[in-house]
T-cell receptor, first 111, second 114 residues
Framework: EDQVTQSPEALRLQEGESSSLNCSYTVSGLRGLFWYRQDPGKGPEFLFTLYSAGEEKEKERLKATLTKKESFLHITAPKPEDSATYLC????????????FGGGTRLMVKP | NAGVTQTPKFQVLKTGQSMTLQCAQDMNHEYMSWYRQDPGMGLRLIHYSVGAGITDQGEVPNGYNVSRSTTEDFPLRLLSAAPSQTSVYFC?????????????FGPGTRLTVL
C-alpha cells in the first residue's frame, strides 16, 4: 500500500527564517511526486512535479527536492504570504492517475 | 479559462436527503476525480473518470455515485446523505489519464449533513 507522511504537522517561522518541510513516501514504482499549496477555504494549488531522485524544482522562495525515499520543500526567507498548508502527493506506477496524499504541513510565517 | 468550477460552495443536508455536487472544467482534460478532505485524514479519492463514459471507484466510494456523459462535466451524487459524509469535497482534473500530469483542483464544496 502506498503511504505518504509529512512532517512536521505544523511549523511556525519568523519572516526571513528559512526552513524545510519533509515528505516521506513508500510507493510501488514512483511515477511522480507533487507538491501543492492550500490556503484556508480554497482548493489545492499545484506547485511542482518531481519525477526522479536528484531532481530539483524552484519557484520564487520555494525549492523542492527528491530522493528515493523522501522529498523536501525548502522555503528560503519566507514572507507572511507564504503561510498556507503544503500538501505532498505521490503517483504510483501501477495506479494510473490516482494520487496518494500526505496529511500536509501547516506553515505560519509571522512578520 | 475558468479552470475547474464547483457548485454549490456550501450545502446543508438532513440525513437521508440526496443531492448532486456539480463539477465542470473548461481545459478539455481527459481525467477527472472527486476527493473528500477531512481533518486528520488528508485528501481521499472517491471516484474518478479517465474519459467520457468511463468511471471507476477510488478509495472511499460507498454512498456516492458518479457519471461522465461529457468531457467537461463530472457530477457527484450523494444517494442518501449520512453525517459521516460531512466533509469538504474537491473536484480535480488532469490533462490525460496516461503519463504523469498534475491535477488541478476546484474551490471545493463544504457539505454538512445533520
Amino acid at each position: 500500500e502506498d503511504q505518504v507522511t509529512q512532517s512536521p504537522e505544523a511549523l511556525r517561522l519568523q519572516e526571513g527564517e528559512s526552513s524545510s518541510l519533509n515528505c516521506s513516501y513508500t510507493v510501488s514504482g514512483l511515477r511522480g511526486l507533487f507538491w501543492y499549496r492550500q490556503d484556508p477555504g480554497k482548493g489545492p494549488e499545484f506547485l511542482f512535479t518531481l519525477y526522479s531522485a536528484g531532481e530539483e524544482k524552484e519557484k520564487e522562495r520555494l525549492k523542492a527536492t527528491l530522493t528515493k525515499k523522501e522529498s523536501f520543500l525548502h522555503i528560503t526567507a519566507p514572507k507572511p504570504e507564504d503561510s498556507a498548508t503544503y500538501l505532498c502527493a505521490v503517483q504510483a506506477g501501477n495506479a494510473g492517475n490516482m494520487l496518494t496524499f500526505g496529511g500536509g504541513t501547516r506553515l505560519m510565517v509571522k512578520p | 479559462n475558468a479552470g475547474v468550477t464547483q457548485t454549490p460552495k456550501f450545502q446543508v443536508l438532513k440525513t437521508g436527503q440526496s443531492m448532486t455536487l456539480q463539477c465542470a472544467q473548461d481545459m478539455n482534460h481527459e481525467y477527472m476525480s472527486w476527493y473528500r478532505q477531512d481533518p486528520g485524514m488528508g485528501l481521499r479519492l472517491i471516484h474518478y473518470s479517465v474519459g467520457a463514459g468511463i468511471t471507476d471507484q477510488g478509495e472511499v466510494p460507498n454512498g456516492y455515485n458518479v457519471s461522465r456523459s461529457t468531457t467537461e462535466d463530472f457530477p457527484l451524487r450523494l444517494l442518501s446523505a449520512a453525517p459521516s459524509q460531512t466533509s469538504v469535497y474537491f473536484c480535480a482534473s488532469s490533462y490525460s489519464s496516461g503519463g504523469t500530469y498534475p491535477q488541478y483542483f476546484g474551490p471545493g464544496t463544504r457539505l454538512t449533513v445533520l
